[in-house]
């Protein structure tokens, strides 16, 4: 049996079968090139799906709210200001077709771009880590930090009483009376045997802190003055040192009560923590006050902070710079002003849901427009001035 195999094998012509074989090596190509059209047809409908997303047809829901100057309303209804003027480029230079949402907080923006309500937000959103959870951000378009509104017709004798109260006054007046004890111990020692008027115990100690305490002021001094030389050398010095001490002293009140006539009663975060300030809640100053510490009032709306500011109801009112020197300028240029200080930086973005394909589209043109003379042009005619970012 073995052998009749063998033998037809070796019968059959290898020439025979050369026709199938060319046959199933052309088979095998056309599979590849069908295979290959294949792969090219699929990657080809998915980027005409991914495209068609962003096409003119498709017209997306931009959610925002206003915020001066960034987001305003004509008396015809339309909307400007700084962003929707930057999304009005971008959306042209994409072709795209689109619609704007109102709203009246960020959470609500916010809210529904997680729920995949919206497309994109708009407006003045600040991109936090705690919003990067919930949602994505495009690159940051401006970049400011929170400004200080205070009242601008601030009495003078409120800041005195507010610079005598001030926890680094007692410091300083605790300072000079711990050294006028000091020097007067040192006195007291020095004379106590050898001086009628410093004899004594508790008698004559008292008389050495009286009388470094008059010297101090540079008044009465030569009066029951030490008469040892170790205690004049010490009276000597003391009285030099004081005119210095006093001179310092006087400097920094002065400095301080210059300080507020020209700035208010805040200069500094660490100022916000003695004063009364006011914050619209829900936004990024709250959460700001919560890390730094500090105690606040809340307002629903930046306006309804302002008014009470005006009223003296609060002594200062912190809120993003940029909303709040527009609405200053606008409604309160005569009775509030702000500071010129900025904290706690800050960066605004576009918030889109998370894992949007908008986001790659967005973020190249978003970048050419900040970097083009139209965006400094744009930031001057709102803002007065020109900003870099």
Known sequence: MTRTVLSIAHDINPLSISWPMSRLKAAEAKAATALTAAVFFICGAGQAQSEYQFTPEKELVIATKEAPPFVMKRSDGTL??????????????LHLRYHFSEHETVQELLRGIEEGSFDAAIAAVTATGARERVVDFTQPFYSTGLGVAVPADENAWTSVFRTMLSFGFFQAVLAL?????????????????????????????????????????RGGAGQNAP??????IVATAWMIASVITIAIFTAGITSTLTK????????????????????????????????????????????????????????????????????????????????DITFDTQNYAIALPKGS???????????????????????????GKKESN
Not at 80 to 93: K, M, P, T, V
């Open 260 to 339: 507020r006539e020209l700035q208010g009663v805040v200069h500094s975060v660490n100022d916000l923590r003695s004063v009364r300030v006011g914050a619209t809640t829900g936004t990024t100053t709250v959460e700001y006050f919560g890390r730094q510490r500090i105690s606040y009032h809340g307002f629903p709306t930046p306006q309804a902070g302002l008014e009470a500011l005006q009223a003296h109801r609060i002594d200062a009112f912190v809120y993003d710079k940029p909303l709040l020197t527009w609405l200053v300028l606008q409604e309160y240029s005569s009775t509030l002003r702000v500071l």
């Open 80 to 93: 400007y200001g700084i962003s929707i003027d930057l999304w009005r480029q971008i959306a042209e230079q």
């Open 177 to 217: 009376v711990l050294l006028a004890v000091c020097v007067g111990c040192l006195i007291w020692l020095l004379e106590r045997n050898k001086t009628e008027h410093f004899n004594g115990g508790l008698k004559g100690l008292g008389a050495g802190v009286w009388w470094s305490t008059i010297a101090m002021t």
């Open 357 to 383: 394909a908008l986001r790659p589209i967005l973020d190249a043109p978003l970048l050419e427009q900040i970097e083009s003379d139209w965006w400094e042009q744009a930031l001057f005619q709102y803002l």
């Open 227 to 232: 008469a040892t030389l170790a205690g004049r």
